[in-house]
C-alpha cells in the first residue's frame, strides 16, 4: 500500500482510491479533418512508453472523482510530483538530465542509481509533450 498525493483534495490518500487513465499532455488536433490518417491515428493510438520519467493522467475515483496529473519514474515507480488539469508539470526528462549533468550521477532514495533516467531523456523527449 502506498499513498498518492491528490492537488485537488490536498493530501495523500490511498493508491486503491485512484486509477491510471493513460498518458498525459495528450492534446486533440484543433482541425481533424485537415490531419492526415497518420497524424489521426498517431493521436487516437499511439503512445509513449518511456524508461524513465512519464507523465499521467489518474483520476481520483473513489475521491473526489477528479482528473489529475501524475509526473512518474517508470524504473524506479516513484511519483515525483503531482498537479491539476491545466497545470504544467515542473519535473521533466529535460529537467532531471540537466539537473544529474550538473550534479553528476544521482542517486535516489533506495540507493539505487537512476542510469536510466539521462538515457530516456534523450531518447524520450515526447515524453514531454504539451
Ligand atoms: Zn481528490
Known amino acids: 500500500m502506498f499513498y498518492i ?3 485537488y483534495c490536498g ?3 490511498e493508491e486503491e482510491e485512484f486509477h491510471p487513465k493513460g498518458q498525459a ?12 490518417d497518420e497524424e489521426w491515428g498517431d493521436y487516437l493510438f499511439f503512445r509513449d512508453n518511456p524508461r524513465g520519467i512519464h507523465h499521467e493522467l489518474w483520476v481520483h ?10 509526473t ?6 516513484e511519483i515525483l510530483e503531482t498537479y491539476r488539469m491545466g ?3 515542473t519535473i521533466t526528462a529535460e529537467s532531471l538530465a540537466r539537473a544529474e549533468k550538473s550534479a553528476g550521477v544521482q542517486v535516489a532514495n ?3 542509481q537512476t542510469v536510466g ?5 534523450v531518447k524520450d523527449s515526447k515524453g514531454a509533450k504539451v
Request: overall charge positive.
Open 11 to 13: 493530501e495523500h490518500r
Open 25 to 36: 499532455h495528450i492534446a486533440r488536433p484543433a482541425d481533424p479533418a485537415a490531419c492526415s
Open 117 to 121: 533516467a539521462s538515457d530516456s531523456a
Open 87 to 89: 497545470e504544467q508539470p
Open 110 to 112: 533506495g540507493g539505487q
Open 61 to 70: 475515483a473513489v475521491g473526489c472523482r477528479k482528473f489529475f496529473n501524475i
Open 72 to 77: 512518474r519514474h517508470t524504473v524506479t515507480y
Open 5 to 7: 498525493h491528490c492537488p
